[in-house]
């Protein structure tokens, strides 16, 4: 039996409601951790419908529009012979959750609901979602009819439980709950479980990718196990930017970090790395069982022995005054793209207000050049001579969205 395991982790710029969009994105991040020879792929948090819906989960039809989503990742041949795992809300004895569902070969493992919401700062989830209050406990939940036909069940796993696999044990925290004091991956550690996923809707403020690392290092650090973190990227309709920062850690060392800033809307990071490690770190726990979802699959393979695993790499973070640059440069791009408005036009008035506006606005557009030289398939900004009341001033509209290496726009426009 082997013992090494690659696993896939992602960063996704989702927007609220776009159904096509969102499952064209996470079918795009599954592809690519398969092409990578992953097993098991995270992604971030209620990415099926997008964070951002606000009071359109008190809707039926974004809960409809979610189970179509999941049925047509079901039935893609891209999603099989990987352990998927995805964030939509569901409705459950007439009480709508947070959920993530995990499903491989066109059947569904387990739901599992958040149980510790987040209902501080920017963030009102007891507004649309209970949390699942029933610790080790586990329902049947009667899946709709448009599933029910394509994976063959009537009911799936519905709760606090985990996966178990043939070589490894994997469970499931949802954003809020690393950070509470009292972790799931606590118990779940306690129990045995090896890999400890969490999907995270967080958004960028200043320092915040320090506590994040800090808290994913500490919660390796104590008991040992191997940690994947996603996360939602870009502006998905709110006022926030979420931030990425997707990354994999193991034993208190992170191995494996994604872009905190990027317009990039698809970003998958993978690791391979070794059960044994997380066995031999390990001493004597006591434990409270956690309920175990038995799937016949194995993420390692049986001739694994020569196959390379990922080392700990020292995090890079950038400064304050990077973020500060960076977080709302990323999110004007958002915005311009999403909005479908003509463009911005920035006055200057030579005071240090405008000044601070124009140097983010100049930023936006290095990125955006960057990312065009490296190959990213995005919207073009075409940049042309103007000026505002208060000074000389810089229209910026987007062009046709073109391939890498490729340009086109209005005529006389020239690209940033």
Not at 28 to 39: D, Q, T, V, W, Y
Not at 69 to 87: A, M, Y
Not at 189 to 213: C, M, P, W, Y
Not at 377 to 387: A, E, I, M, Q, T
Request: one cysteine or more; charged letters at 20%.
């Amino acid at each position: 039996m082997g013992r090494k395991v690659t696993v896939a982790t992602c960063s996704l710029n989702q927007w609220a409601l776009d159904f096509e969009g969102n499952c064209e994105r996470i079918l795009r991040s599954i592809e690519e951790a398969k092409a990578h020879g992953a097993k098991y792929r995270l992604g971030p948090e209620l990415e099926i419908c997008g964070y951002g819906c606000a009071d359109h989960f008190y809707e039926s039809d974004t809960l409809l529009h979610s189970f179509q989503v999941l049925r047509n990742l079901l039935e893609s041949p891209v999603t099989q012979d990987i352990i998927c795992d995805v964030g939509m809300p569901i409705m459950h004895h007439n009480v709508r959750y947070n959920c993530r569902v995990l499903f491989l070969n066109r059947k569904i493992l387990l739901i599992r609901p958040k149980m510790m919401m987040a209902n501080h700062g920017n963030y009102r989830e007891v507004r649309w979602f209970s949390p699942w209050n029933k610790l080790r406990s586990v329902e049947e939940y009667f899946l709709p009819r448009m599933i029910q036909e394509v994976t063959g069940q009537d009911t799936v796993p519905f709760g606090d439980c985990v996966l178990s696999t043939k070589d490894t044990c994997i469970g499931t925290e949802i954003c809020a709950e690393l950070w509470n004091p009292d972790s799931p991956h606590i118990q779940m550690g306690r129990d045995g479980v090896e890999i400890f996923t969490n999907s995270s809707a967080s958004h960028h403020e200043l320092r915040k990718a320090d506590q994040r690392v800090n808290l994913i290092k500490s919660a390796t650090t104590k008991s040992g196990g191997i940690y994947l973190y996603a996360n939602q990227r870009g502006c998905d309709g709110d006022r926030v930017y979420y931030d990425g920062c997707a990354m994999v850690a193991i034993n208190g060392d992170v191995v494996a970090q994604g872009a905190q800033f990027s317009l990039d809307d698809v970003e998958v990071i993978t690791a391979t790395l070794d059960l044994e490690d997380v066995r031999s770190y390990r001493g004597e726990l006591e434990f409270k069982p956690c309920h175990r979802v038995k799937v016949d699959f194995s993420l390692s393979g049986c001739d694994d022995v020569y196959l390379p695993t990922h080392q700990p790499i020292e995090w890079h973070f950038h400064t304050p005054e990077e973020e500060i640059s960076l977080g709302p440069a990323c999110w004007l791009w958002d915005y311009l793209r999403r909005s479908g408005q003509a463009g911005f036009l920035l006055p200057l008035s030579g005071g240090v207000d405008s000044s601070s506006t124009a140097c983010i606005v100049h930023c936006m557009c290095v990125l955006l050049c960057r990312a065009v030289e490296g190959g990213s398939d995005v919207h073009f900004l075409c940049v042309f001579p103007g000026s505002g009341q208060d000074g000389p001033g810089l229209p910026v509209c987007p062009a046709q969205s073109v391939g890498s290496g490729q340009t086109r726009g209005p005529a006389g426009a020239r690209l940033c």
